[in-house]
């Protein structure tokens, strides 16, 4: 394993711990915005981080097993549902057990499989995959900003209406996105086939 590499598990190793310990950990699990859209996905950042580190050592088995990437995108969908219902952030701020599972199973469950089996699935599948996570989303985030009482017991009913409007907002930018990657490129594709300008040179110039 090359420097880099180890630069890079290094700096999924700090952030974890970043994560874990109470400074940075109190002021994100703090605001339920943050907790949803900050933490989760940095935890989920730690594991895809790792796998891109180790993705050249893995086991054949493993990527055979890994048929067109359906098996690990299975289980990043899984996991990232469980931890946005309502009754499972609860349960992670309260008990220690939950809190554990969270902070191990997002890296492992969804950000290593991320890294490992979405380039293994076929265009048409990603496609598939954002079309269904975009509106689960929003729909997460209007269930949020809608609800008359709280469905959370550790967070305001404000706070859940502001994560909520943050949920929307989230899926309305990553809708728009892809649409523009979709349809028109994503950064925009330079002219194929369009030779670049020649300069003449003359003979004695």
């Not at 594991?47 to 299975?74: C, N, Q, T």
């Not at 892809?178 to 004695?204: E, I, M, S, T």
Request: a positive charge; aromatic letters at 12%; glycine letters at 8%.
């Amino acid at each position: 394993m090359g420097p880099p590499k180890k630069r890079q598990m290094l700096a999924a190793g700090a952030l974890w711990a970043a994560l874990w310990l109470p400074p940075l950990r109190g002021l994100l699990e703090h605001d339920m915005t943050l907790h949803m859209l900050a933490q989760l996905p940095l935890l989920i950042g730690i594991g895809y981080a790792l796998a891109a580190a180790l993705r050249s050592s893995e086991p054949r088995s493993l990527v055979e097993a890994d048929w067109l990437g359906i098996p690990g995108l299975l289980a990043v969908v899984f996991a990232t549902s469980f931890w946005m219902l309502p009754r499972m952030l609860d349960r992670a701020l309260a008990e220690p057990l939950f809190d554990l599972a969270k902070f191990l199973s997002l890296p492992l469950f969804a950000g290593v499989p991320l890294a490992l089996s979405w380039r293994r699935m076929p265009p048409l599948g990603r496609a598939f995959i954002w079309a269904n996570f975009i509106p689960k989303l929003g729909a997460i985030g209007g269930l949020y900003l809608g609800a008359p009482i709280r469905l959370c017991a550790y967070y305001r009913l404000d706070q859940q209406a502001a994560a909520g409007r943050a949920l929307v907002i989230t899926a309305t930018t990553l809708g728009a996105l892809w649409f523009l990657a979709a349809f028109f490129g994503w950064p925009p594709r330079q002219a194929v086939g369009r030779a670049p300008p020649c300069r003449r040179w003359h003979r004695g110039a």
